[in-house]
């Protein structure tokens, strides 16, 4: 068994404790922070790599509820955003010590700007320039990151939704049944995988996606490039329908995210053209029948909004199996280093001098 395989497995189980960690423990950070963004007249959320993703799922929430927040990758943050006055940066980064992440603090404190770090380094460069920490307390998976991920995503989300007033204990309830039915359902989804024909060694895939699964969809696109060493584009199911469409072809593969509740017409709609013009589609959603897809996820219930939290696990699962057939290393890196902490080209490699 791989690395990314044993990772990916006990996801389940590290979202319901780091979970119950920021609601015990942590809950008094979790306020703190909140009452900063409430009282920011600009708040900001940034990341780079998975951590940007878990920002995406994060705004999604924001905007359910009509809050306005600005999502900006860290790198185009660093040097391409002016910070405005009496703002609040919301930081997602799994270490606190990526290179664009260092570099942005001190220009956030030149602004003013109040620092909210969700990392699970308390003693990284991010931890000790925050105002307040949120840590989820997670292990370190062993090179892609995929507790991390959701962890920082989890964390993330309760910050919203203790910031919006709307996370309860039936809200809690819920997620932790969600969490335990997915655990249930792995070994399910592990066999629906082996030998399923939408896997193809060289396939060119496309991740469509709306609202906080987009996330889920962006993550999928970086598991395919750091695992399976494969490419592959993420976008929006409705952005796709606006001429990305004419790619089509027989042997395309597809990932698709279906809401339980918005646009579940139309996107099934699109599964079938998709068929129909002769590509293979893996489906991810709840209550979805085998019959509508050449490859079905069918998810717990999970409240809409927050399906982002348990979406994304079976495309790593799809991934790490793409891995074996490519007969690539998903469990390490030949380009990319674990933490990114220069700003110069791709290989580690000594910057001569002028």
């Excluded at 306020?31 to 009282?39: H, L, M, P, S, V």
């Excluded at 006055?85 to 997602?92: G, K, M, N, T």
């Excluded at 996370?167 to 809690?172: E, I, N, R």
């Excluded at 799809?318 to 469990?331: F, M, N, P």
Aim: glycine share 6%; charged share 20%; with cysteine.
């Amino acid at each position: 068994m791989t690395e990314l395989m044993k990772d990916i497995l006990k996801q389940p189980e590290v979202l319901s404790r780091s979970m119950q960690n920021a609601l015990g423990s942590g809950r008094s950070s979790l306020e703190k922070a909140a009452r900063i963004i409430n009282e920011a007249e600009h708040v900001y959320i940034t990341g780079i790599g998975s951590s940007w993703h878990a920002g995406m799922a994060v705004l999604s929430l924001f905007h359910a509820s009509g809050r306005t927040l600005d999502l900006v990758e860290a790198s185009e943050f660093l040097n391409f955003t002016q910070i405005a006055r009496d703002s609040a940066v919301i930081v997602f980064s799994r270490s606190g010590k990526s290179i664009e992440i260092v570099n942005l603090l001190g220009q956030a404190r030149q602004a003013g700007a109040r620092i909210i770090a969700i990392t699970n380094t308390d003693q990284s460069p991010l931890a000790q320039a925050a105002e307040i920490t949120l840590n989820p307390q997670a292990p370190f998976d062993h090179f892609v990151s995929v507790n991390m991920y959701s962890a920082l995503a989890l964390a993330g989300g309760l910050l919203a939704a203790t910031a919006l007033n709307i996370f309860d204990k039936a809200l809690s309830a819920s997620l932790d049944r969600a969490f335990a039915a997915t655990q249930s359902m792995l070994d399910s989804w592990v066999r629906q995988i082996q030998g399923n024909s939408w896997f193809q060694r060289d396939a060119a895939t496309y991740f469509l996606a709306r609202s906080g699964s987009l996330a889920s969809c962006h993550g999928a696109r970086l598991l395919w490039e750091e695992a399976a060493k494969a490419p592959a584009t993420a976008m929006t199911t409705g952005g796709f329908r606006h001429g990305p469409q004419e790619i089509i072809a027989d042997g395309s593969r597809f990932g698709l995210w279906l809401d339980r509740e918005r646009m579940r017409d139309q996107d099934l709609a699109v599964a079938a053209d998709i068929r129909k013009l002769g590509g293979k589609v893996m489906l991810v959603g709840q209550n979805v029948t085998s019959d509508i897809a050449d490859l079905v996820f069918s998810l717990p219930e999970i409240p809409s909004l927050w399906q982002f939290l348990i979406d994304v696990i079976p495309a790593q699962l799809a991934a790490e199996h793409l891995s074996h057939i490519r007969g690539v290393d998903c469990d390490s890196f030949r380009i990319c280093s674990y933490i990114v902490e220069d700003e110069y080209g791709l290989i580690r490699e000594p910057i001569p001098r002028r």
